[in-house]
């Protein structure tokens, strides 16, 4: 669903948004509790995500503003609230705040599920917090998905668009890249329907026992701006394109590629393409002559290892980029990873797909099941979160590049991806990795290159490897 459609939704279900938290009167009871806890009265409150205004309301702030990105819900809260002189409502979108203040406290109540871009959205609260600030987060626990869809096809909870199912490491992530630190973090209502006395047994007590803290239907997290971040370095970029049958991508890639660092340049390796790929990519070069491009040919090699290894050995930049030229990762999403790298937040910039819901025909349900199983496997083996392996858009110093090179006959030739030769060698030498989310896209122009069953065999082969060379050394 476009951003655009999720306007439309709850544009049309701002008339019943105060009548549906009057039916789930428990549920928003004891989440107020706990926002009211936390918050004391007289702050000064920013409610991203704000609705009608009835939770920034109840929380009395001396000055409160709500933002949403709902004409219709914005429309709602000013008509309801008119008479509370503390209370402001605006139209906006949390991933662009076009706001000046600061705020003692900034509130995302169930907010995150429904944002397009996470990283932007937190990059943008940057523009009203200082590290005296407070960003508190509520969002639904992924464990009660399946219950969660099926309470809003059995109507006893309003339905919603297809959200985001972020696990709390998730969203430490993504604060972490954005230079936010996480201060506390939990689980809260057990039972979040009202039954009498069992309900204060299961969310008061029950709740907070070992077995049962993290099974809460609401995960929380309160965060602060990182105080003395340091200034980003910068850098020269070299984005290497492996490539191959791509020639209906090449002129989106040229003309969406964001300008990274000190200078950008352009290294393609073409696997033998007979589309024309080749002379499309001269063609866009001619076209953009701003920007620095190089065409080397595989030849009689195969296979994006050998693409990754020639185009790193001819790059010339500081920082070196993965780009698959099938574009399901867009280009601009390199800005992300740049930042990352640039402001020290990681060594090893490795791609996820698996945090935001994919666009229809991406991703095949068994790569999809195969993706999730090797992330547990290759996260224990390699003692660092790992969520997707298998991500080509990977980001490193090329400093960093060439002691991986220089270690690689440690692991041998094994690796006809190319990703886990990188992970692997970041692994051994202790390198931070760091994985930043994308949004992953269905392929516009020509077929996959991953055959299911076949790789999904070299994939095992490759967890055997990394446990005999980084777990049995």
Request: some cysteine; glycine content about 8%.
């Amino acid at each position: 669903m476009t951003k655009e459609e999720k306007i439309r939704f709850f544009d049309e279900a701002a008339a019943d948004r105060d009548s549906w938290r009057a039916r789930n009167r428990s549920y928003q009871r004891e989440l107020l509790n706990f926002f009211r806890f936390v918050i004391p009265k007289g702050s000064s409150v920013l409610e991203a995500g704000s609705g009608t205004g009835a939770l920034l309301a109840d929380l009395a702030p001396a000055r409160g503003l709500g933002v949403d990105f709902s004409p219709a819900m914005t429309a709602a809260a000013k008509a309801a609230h008119a008479t509370d002189p503390a209370l402001e409502f605006r139209t906006g979108d949390i991933e662009n705040l076009d706001l000046a203040d600061k705020f003692d406290y900034v509130v995302m109540q169930d907010l995150l599920g429904h944002v397009d871009d996470i990283w932007l959205a937190f990059r943008s609260l940057r523009r009203v917090t200082t590290p005296e600030s407070r960003v508190i987060i509520t969002s639904y626990n992924p464990l009660w998905e399946p219950l969660v869809i099926l309470a809003e096809a059995a109507g006893l909870k309003a339905k919603n668009p297809r959200q985001n199912w972020l696990a709390m490491a998730d969203i430490e992530n993504l604060l972490y890249l954005n230079n936010y630190e996480v201060i506390k973090k939990g689980h809260r209502f057990l039972m979040p329907f009202y039954l009498p006395l069992l309900s204060a047994f299961f969310n008061k007590f029950l709740a907070k026992m070992p077995l049962f803290k993290d099974l809460g239907l609401i995960q929380f997290i309160i965060a602060r701006e990182t105080p003395g971040a340091p200034p980003a370095a910068e850098y020269s970029v070299s984005v290497m394109v492996p490539c191959r049958n791509e020639a209906g991508n090449m002129e989106r890639l040229f003309a969406e590629l964001p300008r990274l660092g000190k200078n950008t340049e352009l290294v393609f390796v073409d696997g033998n393409s007979d589309d024309g790929t080749v002379e499309k990519i001269k063609e866009q070069a001619a076209r953009h002559p701003e920007i620095p491009v190089k065409v080397l040919l595989q030849g009689g090699a195969f296979g994006k290892a050998d693409a990754v290894r020639k185009g790193f050995d001819a790059a010339s930049g500081e920082v070196l980029m993965i780009l698959d030229a099938d574009l399901t990762v867009v280009p601009r999403d390199l800005e992300k990873f740049y930042a990352a790298i640039a402001e020290g937040k990681g060594e090893f910039i490795n791609g996820s797909r698996l945090v935001y819901p994919m666009e229809k025909g991406a991703m095949r349900f068994l790569n999809m099941l195969g993706n999730k199983t090797f992330s547990l496997i290759f996260t224990w083996t390699l003692g660092q979160r790992i969520k997707d392996t298998l991500c080509g858009t990977k980001v490193l110093l090329k400093a960093n590049y060439e002691k991986i090179k220089a270690g690689r006959s440690y692991f041998g030739e094994f690796d006809p991806f190319g990703d886990f030769d990188l992970l692997f060698g970041a692994s051994k030498l202790n390198l931070r990795i760091t994985e930043l989310p994308v949004s992953y896209k269905e392929r516009k122009y020509g077929v996959t290159k991953i055959s299911r069953f076949r790789h999904g065999l070299l994939l095992f082969r490759m967890a055997f490897i990394a446990f005999v060379k980084l777990k049995l050394h």
